[in-house]
């Protein structure tokens, strides 16, 4: 039988503003950001609240109401849970109502959507920490598996992972490393003696994330009942078809006029007419299902563009000059007593800064521009690194 596995991914940045050379010394707030218009914080948190946060999770808790049987799960971003405080407490709300039911589970990843497993050990695990306290304060839970930033992940993580303690971790399932091998069944990772690896079902997912409004895709309309045979036909080829995803897949992504909700709606009923499925979380995959061998992914690999690596944030010299000098400063910030400075150092680490450098074209450049509140990869920079410039400054006076 194959268990359905929904994971959703909950991340927005704290974007930062426009900034000059001339704002050096002069103004170190770096993420008030009305110069961003519709693209600033507060915007983009206010319309994703309206458009996917809160329709998807009110089919969500109907849902369960619906069907008992039906089980999701989500990674929040510690930064997104901070916006939804200041901006969005009714989003908050709706999400701690959806955990309450017993039917949801909560992973564990970097506070701040960092890249920190890259370049420090000892800030990796300080922000898996904050990310667990926030967890427990704002959702009474306690993760037992970890997602990290952008699904990236290598043998190395996943031992790491396994002395801190977690039953599991998830991954793209790609061919590259899989070979012969399926996506639908749980494996060992290499190096390690008990965690879980799950495998993103990337071709299923990625029908619902990116093809389904797609007028050019060949099966396109995705209806209901044709997604479900397609999931019907691992009966006896995998244990689990795990289908990871943004959640703004949902009204953002794919607009409400596609029939996204109504897909995702009508989805659970279907998939429950055949005897033989259910729906899982990660934990529960964990604890019924046995590995089928080891996986060995010695380099990095994650859910970006087609190369699957970490190029989307580390491609260009741009990218590659700014972690280093975000990173470069960790002690001297770590032994200042300011706590705002630490706050503001750590923001800067998330990953979506980077991203919005890439300088990458054709269909992934395409979608790097959709998310870029800049007008260019090299606006990005020249802000980014003006703060960097600001952020030594008061550093050096702290």
């Not at 989003?91 to 909560?106: D, P």
């Not at 306690?142 to 190395?156: A, Q």
């Amino acid at each position: 039988m194959p268990s359905i596995c929904f994971y959703f991914q909950v991340h927005q940045p704290y974007r930062i503003k426009r900034y000059s050379v001339f704002d050096i010394g002069n103004d170190h707030d770096y993420f008030k950001d009305e110069n961003l218009n519709e693209k600033g914080n507060k915007a983009v948190m206010e319309k994703v609240s309206r458009k996917c946060y809160l329709p998807t999770n009110k089919i969500l808790l109907d849902l369960i109401h619906k069907h008992p049987e039906f089980k999701i799960s989500y990674s929040f971003s510690g930064t997104a849970l901070e916006q939804m405080e200041n901006f969005a407490p009714e989003v908050l709300e709706s999400f701690q109502k959806l955990i309450k039911t017993g039917n949801v589970e909560v992973l564990s990843e970097t506070y701040y959507h960092s890249l920190a497993f890259f370049y420090s050990d000892e800030e990796f695990i300080e922000q898996i920490k904050l990310h667990k306290k926030k967890i427990k304060e704002l959702f009474d839970y306690e993760p037992k598996v970890f997602r990290n930033t952008e699904l990236s992940y290598n043998n190395e993580l996943a031992t790491i992972i396994e002395r801190l303690g977690y039953d599991g971790i998830l991954a793209e399932g790609w061919e590259h490393y899989l070979g012969y091998r399926s996506p639908n069944f749980l494996y060992r990772p290499k190096g390690t003696q008990k965690i879980k690896l799950l495998l993103k079902n990337y071709k299923l997912s990625d029908d619902i994330a990116f093809r389904f409004s797609n007028k050019q895709w060949k099966e396109h309309p995705l209806y209901v009942p044709k997604f479900c045979n397609w999931l019907n036909s691992v009966n006896g080829n995998g244990n689990t078809v795990n289908l990871f995803m943004d959640y703004e897949t949902f009204g953002e992504h794919q607009w409400e006029d596609s029939g996204i909700f109504d897909f995702l709606y009508s989805l659970p009923e279907e998939i429950l007419k055949h005897p033989d499925n259910n729906f899982k979380t990660p934990s529960e995959l964990i604890s019924t299902y046995q590995t089928v061998g080891e996986l060995d992914i010695h380099n990095t690999l994650t859910w970006a563009d087609a190369e699957r690596d970490l190029s989307a944030w580390t491609g260009n010299s741009m990218q590659k000059s700014s972690l280093r000098k975000i990173y470069e400063i960790e002690e001297d910030v770590i032994n200042s007593a300011d706590e705002k400075l630490k706050a503001d150092w750590r923001k800067l680490q998330t990953s979506d800064h980077f991203y919005y450098m890439c300088t990458k074209w054709f269909s992934d450049g395409d979608v790097h521009k959709y998310f870029s509140p800049y007008e260019s990869p090299y606006e990005a920079f020249i802000s980014y690194m003006n703060i960097l410039n600001d952020f030594r400054l008061r550093l050096k006076s702290s």
